[in-house]
């Protein structure tokens, strides 16, 4: 038996709505903000960026185009109840112009082992062993980076350690200031982008992909 992906199936239905609301809606964001899909419905998707959510219907036009209508600011049927809460940014920690290379913290979970969680722009966070697994993924079977995740490479990892508390002991270094999470350093490649790393423009790392998004309380204090 062959198997061939196919645009049909509900698989992939679901990514042709992400790719269209990607080009359409989120391409044209203003610089350094992003609205990322969270759920697709029949008729309807919810995006999120910077901690509020959005409601857009979508149609499908005579020539097989997706149409998004406008955006409905909602209420996040998530509750957050008041761990004392930071949030996390991403911002590049070093820059080499020289090399045109940077790096970072592309994803904390917190500053330390046992430390309070830090919650991202949507309010979600990322547990260890799943940002290990994300990573080892990627190194394996991309190494790419974009910019604002519109899937066009302008850059290739260098350098990639996931830091989990069983890693963070066996190095031997101290749980107490060792932040857990994932580091890694990229060559900027493109010029337009580099130009936008050594301006300001782009600033801060941001990891995009897929996944299931549970819904939790948390005892959070700002």
Do not use: C
């Not at 999470?181 to 790393?197: M, N, R, T």
């Amino acid at each position: 038996m062959v198997y061939v992906k196919s645009k049909d199936s509900l698989d992939g239905k679901l990514n042709a709505i992400r790719d269209s609301f990607r080009s359409q809606i989120s391409s044209k964001m203003p610089p350094n903000t992003y609205l990322y899909v969270d759920e697709i419905f029949d008729d309807y998707l919810v995006a999120s960026g910077d901690g509020s959510y959005y409601r857009y219907t979508y149609s499908e036009s005579k020539d097989g185009l997706l149409v998004f209508g406008s955006p409905e600011k909602i209420e996040a049927a998530v509750t957050w109840e008041t761990v004392e809460k930071s949030v996390w940014n991403g911002d590049i920690a070093k820059k080499d112009s020289a090399e045109q290379n940077v790096y970072g913290w592309a994803y904390k979970t917190s500053e330390s082992v046992g430390g309070d969680l830090i919650l991202d722009k949507q309010n979600d966070f990322w547990l260890p062993d799943e940002i290990e697994k994300t990573a080892n993924k990627y190194m394996l079977n991309s190494r790419a980076g974009d910019v604002m995740h519109l899937e066009k490479q302008v850059s290739s990892i260098i350098e990639s350690v996931v830091f989990t508390p069983d890693k963070i002991v066996k190095m031997g270094l101290d749980p107490d200031t060792t932040p857990v999470g994932w580091w890694v350093g990229l060559h900027v490649d493109d010029k337009v982008a580099w130009e936008g790393v050594e301006s300001g423009v782009w600033k801060m790392f941001s990891v995009g992909g897929k996944g299931v998004r549970r819904k939790v309380k948390l005892n959070v204090t700002d």
